[in-house]
């Protein structure tokens, strides 16, 4: 395997057993045959020599077998990475690199590290693709081969746009999808989850607007070509692209333009910010069959995540229960597939990983984000403490020393367990604090807990791509850790327990700075939240409460107005 080398993460090939106890059932075969005066099976070998021979071999043995067992984990390479060597297999105590089926063999491994090696760092996986979302996920990589960049397709297409010729001579089977991510990295990275969602159920090949930092964040998850919209792509300035322009879905729906007119446009621009309008919003109950699907360019703006509102268009419905049977599972399997770490960002990642959080019994992810500005609030801190102490995340502190302190060896026998908790946030001031609190103090239960923040960058600078890379390597560590606790509205939190297939304890949005009464709840399903939903009915086509039109759509526990998908028990 070319491998850049090991991650040690504390998993081992173990040597087959079977293999010792048969070398151990030939000796014992050897030394019965000479006792009952068999015909030797190797009449050079006598007496002394033959006992001497038999333990050679019974010493020699289990280390030839190690290594023939090992035959496809290399020694770590002079790298600095080191890794098992992935195990591509679907069943059995071997991880399931390849996740059931959702990734393909056959990438150079050493280009994406990532891509093969974080399932290992994942106790289980939460939820694994069906056979119709694995036939349907083949038939789109076949789709962005045959269409994407550098292609004879690709480049009439781009030719035609250029000319603002319309697409009446397009070539079958290529319609395009460009999506313009925005704001912060996790509005990002939900942004484009959702619309490789919508490109595969719409049969149109995904280009995504690379802006400043995506191609250092993300490697190429299609293999053979590129999902980056190449620089020379004919229309310039698409994120000042808004829903006033002549092109956009707004405008259609306003002006009533008849279907057939729609294909006299070069391409239909849909803005689907958290807050655009009725008409905006309006797409979710395009079926797409009708009248989008005579324009080869759909340019999309987004700055979230938007399935929920999918599945309440019964034009998708049928095909979207097949696609996710586990109603729940749906960001958790898209960004397994589509959001894998460059190799500078897995580094980040796993070298924090094996040096503060390897090593514990269980691990707590704590996500704090502010809205109220950059300075620190106590009523944040005291919502964080209530909200660990009251849901038994987090043990209690002694207000004395206690009289006696065991030894470690003694604490570790009398089985006192040891957390990590990782906090991630702009300020260092809440970790800082609770790092305190467990060190000034001993805890009830007599459990370690110790306190770790990879950075605090102070303010959030979305699209540098350094600031880009630490968000994106403390998301991924959030997703690593057992339980997690998240601040309601962070799409940053959203990515974290999305990603580790987590239902997190939701922290509410606090009011009048004031602590939250309650401070969190359990949140229902690992699914992010859709902030701007639409109140729409697509099926009566009126005005209606979309969290209550079926049962797998239900509204957010940070926001009472939000959409979330939920698998109905």
């Given amino acids: 395997m070319n491998l850049e080398g090991e991650i040690g993460v504390g998993i081992t090939n173990r040597p087959s057993q079977q293999c010792s106890a048969a070398a151990e059932t030939a000796a014992a075969h050897l030394a019965g045959a000479a006792e009952d005066g068999d015909e030797r099976p190797f009449p050079w070998i006598t007496g002394k020599k033959k006992i001497t021979c038999i333990a050679i071999c019974l010493v020699a043995s289990p280390i030839l077998i190690l290594l023939v067992s090992r035959r496809d984990s290399p020694f770590p390479s002079m790298s600095g990475w080191a890794s098992p060597s992935p195990t591509y297999t679907s069943k ?7 996740m ?36 349907r996920l083949r038939e789109q990589e076949a789709l962005q081969r045959r269409c994407g960049p550098g292609t004879a397709a690709y480049r009439r297409a781009a030719e035609r746009l250029e000319s603002r010729r319309n697409g009446t001579g397009a070539d079958k089977g290529c319609k395009y999808l460009v999506l313009v991510p925005y704001r912060g990295l996790g509005n990002r990275m939900l942004a ?27 490697c190429e998850p299609f293999q053979g070509t590129s999902w980056l919209l190449p620089p020379e792509f004919p229309i310039k300035n698409l994120e000042g692209l808004t829903g006033e322009v002549p ?15 729609v294909s006299e446009l070069p391409y239909v621009f849909v803005d689907l910010d958290h807050a655009c309008t009725y008409h905006d919003k309006l797409f979710y109950c395009d079926d797409d069959r009708h009248f989008l699907h005579r324009v080869p360019w759909l340019l999309m703006r987004t700055d979230g995540y938007f399935p929920p509102a999918l599945f309440l268009n019964p034009a998708y419905q049928d095909e979207l229960d097949r696609l996710f049977p586990r109603k729940d599972s749906v960001f958790y399997l898209l960004a397994h597939y589509l959001l894998h770490p460059t190799n500078k960002v897995w580094g980040l990642i796993t070298r924090f990983y094996d040096s ?13 984000r502010v809205f ?42 009398a089985g006192a367990l040891s957390k990590a908790v990782l906090m991630t946030g702009l300020n260092s001031w809440y970790y800082e604090n609770i790092r305190a609190r467990y060190w000034q103090s001993a805890t009830a ?3 370690v807990v110790r306190v770790h923040q990879p950075s605090h960058e102070e303010h959030q600078l979305s699209g540098n791509t350094t600031h880009d890379m630490k968000a994106m390597a403390e998301m991924y560590l959030l997703s690593m850790t057992d339980a997690i606790v ?6 940053f939190g959203y990515v974290g327990h999305g990603l580790g297939g987590l239902s997190p304890w939701v922290m509410f949005k606090p009011e009048n700075l004031t602590t939250p009464d309650p401070p969190c709840r359990r949140a229902t399903s690992m699914e992010p939240c859709l902030h701007g939903p639409p109140f729409y009915d697509c099926r009566v086509k009126r005005g209606a409460d979309t969290g209550k039109l079926v049962p797998h759509v239900r509204h957010c526990e940070d926001m009472s107005w939000g959409l979330k998908l939920v698998h109905p028990e």
């Fill in 445 to 447: 239960t007599g459990e």
């Fill in 356 to 368: 503060y959080l390897k090593d514990s019994d269980e691990r707590l992810g704590i996500q704090v």
């Fill in 92 to 98: 059995g105590s071997k991880k399931d690199v390849l």
């Fill in 100 to 135: 059931g089926g959702l990734l393909v063999p056959g990438f150079d491994e050493r280009t994406c590290v990532s891509r093969y090696n974080s399932a290992l760092y994942r106790k289980n996986t939460a939820r694994s693709p069906c056979r119709h979302l694995i036939k």
């Fill in 372 to 413: 109220d500005g950059d300075s620190p609030f106590k009523h944040i801190l005291d919502q964080i403490t209530a909200c660990t102490s009251q849901e038994r995340l987090l043990p209690e502190v002694l207000e004395q020393e206690p009289s006696s302190f065991p030894a470690p060896a003694a604490a570790a026998a």
């Fill in 192 to 218: 484009m989850a959702s619309a490789f969602l919508y490109a595969m159920l719409t049969g149109r090949a995904l280009l995504v607007d690379r802006g400043e930092s995506l191609a250092d964040l993300f």
């Fill in 486 to 491: 998240t601040s309601g509205w962070s799409t």
């Fill in 247 to 261: 092109e956009s879905y707004r405008n259609l729906v306003q002006n009533d333009r008849p279907a057939m007119s």
